[in-house]
């Protein structure tokens, strides 16, 4: 009859609001599911940036510290090859005190001596080494030269005089020798001949190397 629900049309919507009710439990079940997944999520985030942030610290401060170690590296870099020269240093304090009241130039002489011997040992230890030139042949690559002379013998390009020192470092040029250098002939156009102080007149100190090139 109509207005009436029947007993089947009870067991419908009775079975429909059961559905409801398990489909809603379930979606809570699974929202919540959600959450604890996106806090654990979060989490791990929020722990990952904190170790980045630690990380970049710590970067930071590397490089600080090597810029901190180099400057002093930079600053003390000579300090083995200083204390080296110091007790030369002391030696020839030492000389010129004597220099001072010695009667004889002898004994100046002698103490000048000494101290160029420490020098001389000092710098093999640092890997310095005299270059030979004396009575060899002109070489452009370690030999500058200042003047020509005449041969006493008749041999050319041979190193007659030394002017100054010349110097190796590990095998490296430090400071060409520069020496004056024997000729049988007039000098050629190709041959400059320097000045004591390494100059040609009007031009700049050429490099090792210009003679006979």
Do not use: W
């Not at 001596?113 to 710098?123: S, V, Y």
């Not at 005299?130 to 370690?142: G, H, Q, S, T, Y």
């Not at 095998?171 to 390494?198: H, I």
């Amino acid at each position: 009859m109509m207005g009436q629900e029947s007993e089947e049309d009870k067991t419908t919507r009775g079975e429909a609001d059961m559905t409801a009710v398990a489909a809603s439990s379930e979606l809570e079940t699974r929202i919540g599911r959600l959450e604890a997944e996106l806090k654990e999520r979060v989490a791990e985030v929020e722990a990952l940036n904190d170790r980045l942030l630690r990380l970049h610290a710590e970067f930071e401060n590397y490089k600080k510290r090597m810029v901190r170690e180099r400057s002093e590296f930079v600053k003390f870099s000579n300090e083995a090859l200083i204390l080296e020269f110091l007790p030369v240093l002391d030696s020839l304090e030492r000389a010129l005190a004597t220099a001072r009241s010695a009667a004889e130039a002898r004994a100046v002489a002698e103490g000048l001596e000494i101290i160029l011997r420490l020098f001389q040992t000092t710098l093999e230890k640092v890997g310095v080494k005299v270059i030979e030139a004396l009575d060899r042949e002109f070489d452009p690559n370690l030999h500058q030269a200042v003047a020509q002379v005449e041969s006493p013998d008749g041999r050319d390009n041979v190193v007659m005089e030394e002017v100054r020192k010349g110097y190796l470092l590990e095998g490296r040029l430090l400071r060409p020798s520069m020496v004056k250098v024997s000729k049988t002939t007039v000098p050629s156009s190709k041959f400059q001949v320097l000045s004591s102080d390494g100059e040609e007149p009007g031009t700049r100190n050429p490099e090792p190397g210009t003679f006979g090139q």
